[in-house]
């Protein structure tokens, strides 16, 4: 069991070993789960919800925590031999890898692969993904004859009811899972040694961001000062790369060259090391020239959803359920106040 492999280990284990050793020995050590990171898994299940209509006839199986692994596997294998149309979650092992497959249709008696993301376009590691399932399929047994991804049309307008068809794209990308059949096989390798040895002492990265946070980011960032180079304003590779600066044994705001920094980050560091405010009195005037009564002060929340929940909407489309405004019609004048929040579901 120790060499044993789940799809999320794997694709951990592409990012950082050590994410990977972390996951498989302690869970306990992740970040805990923000709202933001909440709703998103939440959206992924409406997706995912949504996609399975597009598999008229299909079964969704039962994954809860009660019933064992080797139970799933093989209540996904009697499924197939009943020549289910589409089994959505089924469960699937082979050389100690486990994964589930969001939607696994039969056509003609093959079997077509389809994995389902919240995205609005086709990414590298859903590739890697797909690679992952289409091995431990093909090596179950089950005659894959493609593999896709089922992703969200940001260009799809609402008009009533939501129409699956027109909602999501899906690109086959079956050439690319095969040609990564042996990239697959070699990384499970270096994995099940991994796993089979102590935790690997890998340093902070870029990989610890991109593509997406690691799950231990707050265990293995902790012992950095704070703030540290890594909290420079930016992105990894915008302006200088902060991730450089670290590995060179630049930590500390003290040790930072100010030349090689864009200005934002040289105020930032600035204000971090001598207490101070940074104030552009004439950038401040300018705007101030700029304004003239009525004067009004907006403020307006808005919130996304991959499935628009309005006709006439898309996607992701940024959707305002709120706003507060004050008015002042002229100088010396009291203010006016006018504001709208939107009932749940209206």
Same mark, same amino acid.
């Given at each position: 069991?120790?060499?044993?492999?789940?799809?999320?280990?794997?694709?951990?284990?592409?990012?950082?070993?050590?994410?990977?050793?972390?996951?498989?020995?302690?869970?306990?050590?992740?970040?805990?789960?923000?709202?933001?990171?909440?709703?998103?898994?939440?959206?992924?299940?409406?997706?995912?919800?949504?996609?399975?209509? &597009?598999?008229? $006839? @299909?079964?969704?199986?039962?994954?809860?925590?009660?019933?064992?692994? =080797?139970?799933?596997?093989?209540?996904?294998?009697?499924?197939? +031999?009943?020549?289910?149309?589409?089994?959505?979650?089924?469960?699937? %092992?082979?050389?100690?890898?486990?994964?589930?497959?969001?939607?696994?249709?039969?056509?003609?008696?093959?079997?077509?692969?389809?994995?389902?993301? %919240?995205?609005?376009?086709?990414?590298?590691?859903?590739?890697?993904?797909?690679?992952?399932?289409?091995? /431990?399929?093909?090596?179950?047994?089950?005659?894959?004859?493609?593999?896709?991804?089922?992703?969200?049309?940001?260009?799809?307008?609402?008009?009533?009811?939501?129409?699956? @068809?027109? &909602?999501?794209?899906?690109?086959?990308?079956?050439?690319?899972?095969? @040609? +990564?059949?042996?990239?697959?096989?070699?990384?499970?390798?270096?994995?099940?040694?991994? &796993?089979?040895?102590?935790?690997?002492?890998?340093?902070?990265?870029?990989?610890?961001?991109?593509?997406?946070?690691?799950?231990?980011?707050?265990?293995?960032?902790?012992?950095? =000062?704070?703030?540290?180079?890594?909290?420079?304003?930016?992105?990894?590779?915008?302006?200088?790369?902060?991730?450089?600066?670290?590995?060179? $044994?630049?930590?500390?705001?003290?040790?930072?060259?100010?030349?090689?920094?864009?200005?934002?980050?040289?105020?930032?560091?600035? /204000?971090?090391?001598?207490?101070?405010? /940074?104030?552009?009195?004439?950038?401040?005037?300018?705007?101030? $020239?700029?304004?003239?009564?009525?004067?009004?002060?907006?403020?307006?929340?808005?919130?996304?959803?991959?499935?628009?929940?309005?006709?006439?909407?898309?996607?992701?489309?940024?959707?305002?359920?709120?706003?507060?405004?004050?008015?002042?019609?002229?100088? $010396?004048?009291?203010?006016?106040?006018?504001?709208?929040?939107?009932?749940?579901? %209206?």
């Amino acid at each position: 069991m120790n060499s044993y492999l789940s799809k999320s280990l794997y694709m951990n284990g592409l990012k950082c070993h050590k994410a990977l050793y972390l996951q498989k020995y302690h869970a306990a050590l992740k970040n805990p789960i923000t709202e933001d990171q909440q709703m998103l898994f939440n959206n992924a299940e409406e997706v995912n919800e949504a996609a399975r209509l &597009l598999f008229p $006839g @299909g079964v969704l199986m039962n994954n809860n925590g009660n019933l064992s692994i =080797p139970y799933q596997i093989n209540d996904t294998a009697r499924k197939i +031999k009943r020549g289910t149309p589409a089994i959505f979650e089924g469960s699937f %092992s082979f050389n100690d890898v486990f994964t589930r497959v969001d939607i696994l249709a039969l056509r003609n008696g093959l079997f077509h692969l389809y994995e389902v993301k %919240s995205t609005t376009e086709v990414k590298d590691q859903h590739k890697d993904d797909v690679a992952l399932q289409y091995y /431990v399929l093909t090596g179950a047994e089950i005659k894959v004859e493609s593999a896709s991804v089922v992703f969200i049309n940001n260009q799809y307008v609402r008009n009533g009811k939501i129409e699956p @068809g027109d &909602l999501f794209l899906i690109q086959d990308i079956t050439d690319i899972v095969k @040609g +990564k059949q042996g990239y697959v096989v070699s990384e499970i390798n270096k994995m099940k040694q991994v &796993l089979m040895g102590q935790m690997p002492a890998t340093d902070i990265g870029e990989y610890c961001l991109i593509p997406f946070e690691c799950d231990f980011k707050g265990y293995c960032w902790q012992r950095l =000062p704070k703030p540290s180079v890594l909290d420079l304003k930016g992105r990894c590779y915008s302006g200088v790369n902060k991730f450089d600066m670290y590995r060179n $044994g630049i930590v500390h705001f003290e040790e930072i060259n100010l030349q090689t920094l864009s200005e934002g980050q040289r105020i930032q560091v600035t /204000v971090e090391l001598n207490h101070e405010n /940074v104030l552009n009195h004439g950038a401040i005037s300018q705007f101030l $020239g700029t304004l003239h009564y009525p004067l009004v002060y907006l403020d307006f929340e808005t919130f996304m959803h991959p499935i628009p929940f309005y006709s006439g909407c898309r996607p992701y489309q940024q959707t305002p359920f709120q706003y507060s405004i004050h008015v002042i019609p002229n100088e $010396g004048a009291e203010s006016v106040h006018y504001e709208f929040l939107a009932e749940s579901g %209206s």
